[in-house]
């Protein structure tokens, strides 16, 4: 959303807990408020968790015209109720518009009952066929944040039969939510179509991590999962599609194994729709339309994954052309990380798990060659101590810009519970005395938010586009 590494924004390693009272701060300026600014109809469906302790922070105040989903990190799929690493369950799920807050406080519990997936579905073919019948002539840019894949596991059982042969049943559920998710795909895929908007569509398929085993993903054959510095946790796949991409015929259907980061896809969006990317904050991202459209070099040679600020510890990951370290700044973690193994559990495929054990770790420390090893299975601290201290040094140097993440400078709120309000949902507590919620003015006040001029120039050549930008992002 803003092109930066988490380690700037303060919003990582670790997610926005339920109960703690932040969100991203106002100086950050996200993906549709720079297209806003140049005549596009903005719309997000489905997950927003960058904050809510304050509706302020809520996307319909970052740039999104409208706002249908939910808050928290993760939720039971069919009554709406997240616990989110909290001891406490509530309602969260929503909808309103821009210059609305007190209607997006409100939970909209007529959807208890109805199967997340199809409800955000529904909410995005809706918005499509409105849009094509109303607002044509304008470009538009739909955030389409699927709760699918993301556990709980859970799915209506037609998904099932097919995939009755596996074993495993936490995998057989998964495996139909894959199934549910690209049918959902699909229809509104159709709805575009329909609705007049295909021919100048770019979509953009994406997931935020690499998948996690207590939730029956598998990444073989890389090593590590989700919440880990391995390349099975930071490795993702993504697809462009559309006759608005124009994609060169020397890419169409083949794969590009470029170096790519997540915070790439703001400055690649705003190339896409002609938009200047230069931003008030900067960026970390660059721009990888050319090498997606038309197949050359990736630009970017360097990958910051996890990085702590500057605080006695080493803890995290960087990737430099070819190389990658990592970096575990306690001898538990490093014991803990050496046990992840490159293995599928029982019961997923015909046949022996694989397994390949994890190198140890040398004084707390991994560096492999990606390229000629992506299993990482032969750490070359001890026999490239040249290349080991140009990466340490290197890392040291860009932590020197690090900043805290700010959940570690927040302590849970009692008073953001569930049953402190009337509707016994997740919603903003900014108001309530003795909060230890960072309200937005906090922010503002502090450190102004930046305003983008960038965009004017080049708002005849956008509106002329009348492009519709879909970027879904799955969840894992």
């Known amino acids: 959303m803003t092109g930066r590494y988490p380690a700037h924004t303060g919003i990582g390693p670790m997610v926005i807990n339920l109960q703690k009272g932040y969100?991203?701060?106002?100086?950050?300026?996200?993906?549709?408020?720079?297209?806003?600014?140049?005549?596009?109809?903005?719309?997000?469906?489905?997950?927003?968790?960058?904050?809510?302790?304050?509706?302020?922070?809520?996307?319909?105040?970052?740039?999104?015209d409208?706002?249908?989903?939910?808050?928290?990190?993760?939720?039971?799929?069919?009554?709406?109720?997240?616990d989110d690493y909290s001891p406490t369950k509530g309602y969260d799920f929503r909808s309103g518009k821009a210059g609305s807050d007190a209607e997006l406080v409100l939970p909209e519990s007529k959807y208890n009952g109805t199967y997340g997936l199809y409800a955000h579905i529904s909410e995005a073919v809706r918005v499509i066929k409105d849009h094509g019948a109303n607002h044509a002539n304008t470009p538009m840019f739909m955030y389409l944040a699927l709760q699918s894949v993301h556990d709980p596991l859970q799915v209506p059982d037609k998904y099932l039969p097919e995939y009755m042969d596996i074993k495993n049943t936490s995998r057989r559920i998964y495996s139909?939510?894959?199934?549910?998710?690209?049918?959902?795909?699909?229809?509104?895929?159709?709805?575009?179509?329909?609705?007049?908007?295909?021919?100048?569509?770019?979509?953009?398929?994406?997931?935020?991590?690499?998948?996690?085993?207590?939730?029956?993903?598998?990444?073989?054959?890389?090593?590590?999962?989700?919440?880990?510095?391995?390349?099975?946790?930071?490795?993702?796949?993504?697809?462009?599609?559309?006759?608005?991409?124009?994609?060169s015929s020397t890419v169409v259907g083949k794969s590009l194994n470029n170096l790519m980061h997540v915070t790439d896809w703001l400055p690649t969006i705003m190339d896409l729709a002609g938009v200047d990317s230069e931003a008030p904050n900067k960026l970390d991202g660059v721009s990888q339309w050319n090498a997606i459209s038309k197949g050359s070099s990736s630009p970017r040679t360097r990958i910051i994954h996890n990085m702590s600020p500057v605080n006695g510890t080493l803890h995290g990951a960087l990737r430099d052309g070819d190389w990658k370290l990592i970096l575990q700044s306690n001898v538990a973690g490093s014991q803990a990380a050496e046990k992840t193994p490159i293995g599928l559990p029982a019961g997923w495929i015909i046949g022996a798990p694989l397994v390949a054990s994890c190198p140890p770790a040398i004084t707390g420390a991994w560096l492999f060659n990606i390229a000629n090893d992506p299993t990482e299975s032969t750490n070359l601290v001890s026999s490239n101590p040249t290349k080991y201290q140009e990466m340490l040094?290197?890392?040291?140097?860009?932590?020197?810009?690090?900043?805290?993440?700010?959940?570690?400078?927040?302590?849970?709120?009692?008073?953001?519970?569930?049953?402190?309000?009337?509707?016994?949902?997740?919603?903003p507590w900014n108001d309530k005395a003795g909060t230890t919620c960072t309200a937005w003015d906090e922010y503002v006040s502090s450190d102004e938010e930046g305003s983008s001029d960038g965009g004017a120039a080049a708002t005849a050549s956008v509106l002329a586009l009348t492009a519709t930008v879909v970027l879904t992002q799955i969840a894992l």
């Open 23 to 64: 969100g991203l701060p106002p100086k950050e300026v996200i993906i549709p408020k720079r297209l806003k600014e140049v005549g596009y109809t903005t719309h997000i469906v489905g997950k927003w968790h960058l904050g809510f302790c304050d509706a302020r922070y809520f996307p319909t105040n970052r740039g999104f």
């Open 66 to 82: 409208t706002w249908f989903g939910y808050a928290s990190g993760m939720q039971d799929y069919w009554t709406h109720f997240s």
């Open 176 to 247: 139909g939510m894959v199934t549910a998710m690209d049918e959902g795909i699909g229809n509104v895929t159709k709805a575009l179509k329909d609705a007049g908007l295909w021919d100048k569509t770019v979509l953009i398929f994406a997931s935020d991590n690499g998948g996690p085993w207590q939730a029956s993903a598998n990444n073989y054959p890389l090593r590590g999962q989700k919440f880990q510095n391995w390349e099975g946790g930071v490795r993702a796949i993504s697809f462009v599609t559309g006759p608005g991409a124009e994609l």
């Open 393 to 427: 040094s290197l890392f040291q140097q860009l932590q020197a810009d690090a900043v805290p993440d700010l959940n570690s400078l927040h302590a849970l709120d009692p008073l953001s519970l569930p049953s402190n309000n009337q509707y016994n949902a997740w919603v």
